[in-house]
């Protein structure tokens, strides 16, 4: 990339590394999203299968010979009614929280499956766009060829840098990064600062291994048949 002074040069780093930033929230933002409406659909799912118990129940009653008319009083119907109404609401409830607690066995993923694959096509799609620009982001000089260590490249210390060069401490960037080298190996544990893993390195490992990630994510939320 061409030569720019190194006080500009951080700034245009600071920026780049907040966009992938962004990057990053946005595809975990997109993941969360996708769980929240898996789990939606097999609450539905689940919703719909728990109301065919008390349907039952309900169907007997109408077509078999002991019709709610054959009570004499209004009073017995309406005990009757209270009772059925009850005995509906705990195998609705009952049923549909077994439902729930089995959503990824095969009895409620046969009648899940085809819009949590829906969805799971949809999914992929929005993060091969956010891959490829997250990748087009981390191809650039900017980060291949970069003044400042990967280990380093993190908002905390940038800004340090900023600072050294503003307050006419350092000429140089490198002198910068000596001097910030220097003062951290000089505190408590700053060593244990220096070794965290940065956005940039985790974001190369994501696209290294994506294919592996997605995968383990379908693991997650999908069961074999």
Request: one cysteine or more; hydrophobic letters at 45%.
């Amino acid at each position: 990339m061409e030569k720019i002074k190194d006080s500009d040069y951080l700034d245009l780093l600071i920026t780049q590394l907040k966009t992938l930033e962004e990057l990053v929230y946005a595809r975990n933002e997109r993941l969360r999203l996708f769980h929240e409406k898996i789990q939606g659909i097999r609450a539905i799912i689940a919703g719909v299968m728990a109301t065919i118990f008390p349907l039952v129940i309900w169907f007997y009653l109408l077509v078999s010979e002991h019709r709610l008319l054959s009570w004499e009083t209004a009073s017995e119907v309406g005990i009757v009614l209270s009772s059925l109404l009850v005995l509906n609401a705990f195998l609705f409830i009952a049923t549909y929280l077994f439902l729930q607690q089995v959503g990824k066995r095969p009895l409620v993923y046969r009648f899940s499956k085809p819009f949590e694959k829906h969805e799971l096509v949809r999914l992929h799609t929005d993060l091969e766009k956010i891959d490829e620009v997250a990748s087009k982001l981390i191809s650039q000089d900017i980060f291949q060829a970069s003044r400042v260590p990967d280990a380093y490249l993190t908002f905390g210390y940038l800004a340090m840098l900023e600072n050294y060069l503003k307050n006419d401490t350092v000429r140089s960037l490198k002198e910068a990064l000596d001097l910030m080298i220097a003062d951290i190996g000089n505190q408590k544990n700053g060593s244990e600062m220096a070794s965290s893993q940065t956005l940039i390195r985790k974001e190369i490992d994501y696209l290294s291994h994506k294919k592996q990630h997605r995968l383990e994510d379908e693991e997650v939320f999908y069961c074999v048949n």
